[in-house]
RNA sequence: GUACCUGUAGCUCAGCAGGAUAGAGCAUUCGCCUUCUAAGCGAACGGCCGGGGGUUCGAAUCCCUCCAGGUACGCCA
């Protein structure tokens, strides 16, 4: 229920002479103290049409005012602050979760709409690092919460798996690799021997030409090339689907760069056609100078193609595949340039449809301050980050659980969580330093602390020996004390939190509901007996179990699993 | 040089579709386990909201400008 549009109705039969519902509804607030009510509305622009000030209009509108859901309305100075019938209010909203349950909050908004999620993208032959945590757990959570919101999300692993660099990386196994050696330990291996090749160009600048003919053959379907590729690009994937499956991600698709090889010429043919395409110092471009921005290299000097070209036809390609209703990319903010690129061209080109395309950025880790790379080393490797936290998360629950069964399994469930809830508590946008214990961090704003409410929640209904049938009679549950309420409101703002986070395309928003779901939930923990015998007993655990429900949802959202005890 | 992003407590960040005394977590100090998991709860300490100007009844929030940091700007992706 909208306690909001039901009070901005009530207060519209007194104002709609002077605004209209939609208006009253965006001036109603929630008062950042406690002190001020449940709801507020603000006087002030009032004043101008009924000549009085805010204060008196205020008290006038009071005077009349009528609500089934509100138990008083405060006058001070030029607010009216709303107390809403906590008992009414509560007793719906743990009605409709408890009845609800994973399903509360979803609603048929996308009408099952295609939204394309390319995303995680790591590169073959290459580690991922945590880069790429960012990518991936950011479009799961996304399509998590596109798919609450009723629309399809299509994960799309857009990996890179084609490039000159797989020339240079064919030269390097031909010249230092060893089979067996890579069989044991794929990425490792590769990426020694990438790394070596450009150690060894500084010596030997041929190198370079080396493998570039490699790359050649490799387009031209040599059969060598061809096998050592496949090759290692399925030893890669092998082994990132250790790490999605620890993350829990899955995608609808693995179409990568390669897939789109034989797609560009028609995107050239295509820009041929429209006139798009001029030649500029022996390369062929798309002029942007109308979008303020440098052309776009559609093909280099030698006839290659580039970046640009694949991504113009991977945007083609998704739109006659899936018709999408929007298409996100989520990618590092350092790619805005070309993103802008991107849909400039496709604007040229005549598709409206571009302005379905949103990049969806966010900030790049750095480590000691300086930019994550492969080729200088300067990487942290998410698998890394994964088993560290694990295992302090083993640690952690070693001391304070240890008769806990099922350790192992709840650690990385823990230490996991930990990682990925760091990862998407913040603005996307925001750039940040590496540091390990930070991210490991299991006290306060966490994953874990989330998680740690749950299964205290879970306790207690274990302890009370009941479970979901429980509920399901016609029983009315309705609270009133102080620590409940902020639960129950928290719990009631959810569809609007959702809302919010599908369209600023901002998972964190659900995190730090869940924070602060969490956090009031603590507190009503620390203040309120539960199981001992008391007339609201039955209320209580309703309310516990609809925690546990709805934090479970927050968590499931986030792609964070939710251990019962920990 | 141009464009975009960022600048809020010692640190990490909320708040920014303008509203009532600027909020969390971490760190520091102190208190709370014979009662539902102390990975918890409470208290204290901590702020020219980068500087300056403007719009407004009202600005951390909008506009301008300056300063600082980051990123990107044609043959990588």
Redo the contacts with the bound molecule.
């Keep these: 229920m909208d306690f909001k549009q039901i009070i901005a109705e009530d207060l519209s039969t007194q104002l709609s002479e002077h605004l209209t519902i939609n208006e009253i509804y965006n001036l109603l607030?929630k008062?950042?103290?406690t002190?001020?009510?449940d709801l507020?509305f603000?006087a002030?622009?009032l004043a101008k049409v009924f000549r009085k000030n805010p204060a008196e209009i205020a008290s006038d509108i009071a005077d009349d005012f009528s609500s089934d859901i509100v138990d008083k309305v405060d006058v001070?100075?030029p607010?009216l602050?709303f107390y809403l019938n906590k008992g009414t209010i509560s007793a719906e909203v743990l009605k409709e979760i408890i009845t609800e349950k994973g399903d509360y909050g979803n609603t048929d908004f996308g009408a099952g709409k295609n939204i394309p999620i390319d995303m995680s993208s790591p590169n073959i032959a290459k580690p991922m690092s945590m880069g790429h945590l960012r990518s991936t757990v950011i479009g799961n959570a996304l399509a998590n919460i596109l798919e609450k919101m009723g629309f399809q999300p299509i994960k799309i692993n857009y990996l890179?798996d084609w490039?000159?660099?797989f020339g240079r990386l064919i030269t390097a196994y031909k010249l230092w690799g060893e089979e067996e050696k890579v069989r044991a330990n794929p990425i490792a291996e590769l990426n020694e021997l990438y790394v070596r090749f450009h150690e060894e160009l500084e010596k030997e600048p041929e190198l370079e030409e080396v493998g570039r003919s490699w790359f050649k053959k490799l387009e031209n379907g040599d059969k060598e090339a061809t096998e050592l590729w496949r090759w290692f690009r399925e030893e890669s994937l092998n082994e990132f689907n250790i790490v999605y499956d620890r993350l829990g991600v899955s995608f609808d698709s693995t179409n990568g760069?390669s897939f789109y090889n034989d797609k560009m010429d028609e995107v050239v043919e295509l820009l041929e056609e429209k006139g798009l395409l001029v030649e500029?110092?022996?390369?062929q471009?798309v002029r942007l100078e109308d979008y303020d921005l440098?052309?776009a290299?559609i093909k280099?000097?030698?006839g290659a193609t580039?970046?640009i070209t694949?991504d113009l036809a991977a945007a083609l390609y998704r739109k006659r595949t899936y018709d999408f209703d929007q298409s996100l990319y989520v990618v590092g903010?350092?790619?805005?340039?070309?993103f802008t690129q991107l849909k400039a061209v496709l604007a040229e080109m005549g598709y409206e449809w571009e302005a379905d395309i949103h990049h969806i950025i966010f900030g790049?880790i750095s480590i000691d301050g300086q930019?994550m790379s492969t080729r200088r080393g300067k990487v942290v490797l998410l698998e890394d980050v994964l088993d560290e936290a694990a295992v302090r998360?083993e640690k952690?629950?070693n001391e304070?659980?240890p008769n806990l069964e099922n350790k192992d399994e709840?650690a990385e469930q823990?230490g996991v969580g930990a990682v990925v809830f760091h990862d998407l508590q913040?603005?996307r946008?925001?750039?940040?330093n590496f540091n390990l214990d930070?991210i490991v961090q299991?006290?306060?704003?966490t994953g874990?602390?989330v998680q740690?409410t749950r299964?205290?929640a879970?306790?207690?209904l274990k302890?009370a020996n009941i479970d979901a049938s429980y509920f399901e009679s016609e029983k009315e549950f309705a609270l009133t004390d102080d620590y409940s309420w902020t639960v129950i409101k928290l719990i009631q703002s959810f569809s609007s939190t959702l809302e919010?986070a599908y369209r600023e395309y901002e998972p964190?928003v659900i995190a730090?509901h869940a924070l602060r779901l969490a956090?009031a939930f603590?507190?009503f923990?620390?203040?309120?007996?539960?199981?001992?015998e008391n007339p609201e007993r039955e209320s209580r655990l309703a309310l516990v179990y609809a925690v546990a429900l709805m934090l479970e949802e927050d968590l499931r959202l986030l792609g964070v699993q939710a251990p019962d005890?920990?």
């Design positions: 607030e008062p950042k103290n002190e001020h009510g507020a603000p002030f622009q001070v100075g607010y602050n890179g490039g000159t660099q760069e500029d110092q022996g390369a471009v440098q052309p290299l280099k000097q030698d580039l970046y694949r903010q350092d790619q805005i340039y070309h790049l930019k998360a952690q629950i304070k659980n709840v823990v913040h603005d946008r925001n750039d940040f930070e299991f006290e306060g704003e874990p602390y740690y299964a205290r879970l306790s207690i302890k919010r964190s730090k956090q603590n507190r923990y620390a203040n309120v007996r539960v199981l001992d005890e920990m």
